[in-house]
């Protein structure tokens, strides 16, 4: 029994993903990758137009720009936490058919290294395939002006496996296989320029895990079963400030830029029930901003490039940045958003993980 505790606690300390005993909010629900607050960075919000972590918000970010096309993006986190460190690799295909939204996304996740306080080897590897739908009600009968839904899911057959292994010694593997991974969200916008909008999603998970851990003193494995349950709720708004103050119709430099700040804010609720665990609740809020970099009136390149900065923080101590661009004119169809990302975890990975991320993605009209 000593023995098993002492896996569960390493595995608890080490993989908040897996056994969820770190207070995660609704990182794992992001539909495109978000990982220990890189949220913060990319300023995925559920009222966020182009953050994409509300299923709902794919008619927003896409319905704008094309009517019927394509979105292919592609993703790189390599995170750093002590001696512990993870490459993160995601791919996104968005299909585009007004007023229909469809999604797939995949991810493969690969960890190696020594946490700093367990005198072993880590090795983790993840992998999972997401479908995602939505569909603008605004464009559809019943006209339902500003309003869109949307859903998303993990395909069941995917599954991630965690080693901890000392001087060639197996102590402890663990493997998560996906069961149920639902994600349901609403988003609304509305006003001048779409100046206010406001999202919410609800996440149902249910994944069964199976341990096998070396007994230190019968040097036999004992293999145990259980079950993770969690849901998140999260609910928030983004607004441009400036648009309803009337902002002067001269095209001054002022004013195309004040136009563009946009302000988020979230609340996420969370449950987690874990193998020998117990029930865990978190509450965090979520604060962030983008804003375009330059005017076009002082950006020499605004003919082909506009650049935007992202960020925020959190109420559990995480925050991010970054500055990436999109693609005007000749160029409109390719944009790509590097960023960087710090958040607290567990002290034995070296008290917080530190993540540097770039999303890229080409835009292609059918």
């Known amino acids: 029994m000593r023995t098993r505790t002492l896996a569960w606690s390493l595995l608890a300390c080490m993989f908040p993903g897996m056994v969820a005993?770190?207070?995660i909010g609704t990182d794992i629900t992001g539909l495109n990758l978000c990982l220990y607050g890189d949220c913060e960075a990319r300023g995925a919000y559920t009222a966020d137009p182009y953050g994409?972590?509300?299923?709902?918000?794919?008619p927003v970010g896409t319905l704008p720009y094309v009517q019927r096309g394509l979105f292919a993006s592609g993703s790189y986190f390599r995170l750093n936490a002590g001696g512990v460190g993870a490459d993160v690799e995601s791919g996104t295909l968005t299909v585009v058919a007004s007023p229909v939204v469809l999604q797939v996304n995949g991810v493969y996740a690969e960890t190696s290294g020594q946490p700093r306080t367990v005198p072993a080897d880590l090795?983790?590897?993840?992998?999972?395939?997401?479908?995602?739908g939505a569909i603008d009600l605004d464009r559809t009968t019943p006209h339902i002006p500003g309003l869109s839904v949307g859903v998303l899911g993990s395909l069941p057959a995917t599954n991630s496996d965690l080693k901890l292994s000392a001087n060639g010694l197996t102590l402890v593997r663990a493997t998560e296989d996906r069961e149920v991974d639902l994600t349901l969200g609403v988003h609304w916008r509305g006003g001048e320029r779409n100046w206010f909008m406001a999202g919410a999603f609800v996440n149902?998970?249910?994944d069964p895990v199976t341990t096998d851990a070396l007994d230190l003193n019968s040097f036999e494995t004992v293999r145990t079963h259980g079950t993770t349950n969690a849901w998140f709720t999260r609910a928030g708004i983004s607004l441009l400030?400036?648009?309803?103050?009337?902002?002067p119709s001269d095209g001054s430099a002022a004013a195309e830029w004040l136009a563009e700040v946009r302000l988020a804010?979230?609340?996420a609720v969370g449950n987690i029930t874990v193998p020998g665990e117990g029930t865990r609740q978190s509450e965090t809020g979520y604060f962030g901003a983008d804003a375009r970099v330059l005017p076009d009136a002082w950006n020499p390149v605004s003919r082909y490039l506009r650049f935007y900065w992202i960020g925020g923080v959190d109420t559990d101590g995480g925050w991010g940045q970054g500055l990436g661009f999109y693609g005007n004119g000749p160029l409109e169809w390719l944009s790509c958003n590097p960023a960087y990302s710090s958040r607290p975890?567990?002290?034995?990975?070296g008290h917080r993980v530190n993540i540097w991320s770039a999303t890229c993605s080409v835009m292609l009209s059918l």
């Open 265 to 267: 804010s979230d609340v």
């Open 204 to 206: 149902a998970l249910r």
């Open 123 to 132: 090795t983790f590897r993840t992998r999972f395939v997401r479908l995602a």
């Open 241 to 247: 400030p400036f648009v309803p103050m009337g902002l």
């Open 345 to 349: 975890l567990a002290p034995s990975l």
């Open 21 to 23: 005993a770190q207070s």
């Open 52 to 58: 994409w972590v509300n299923p709902a918000t794919l």
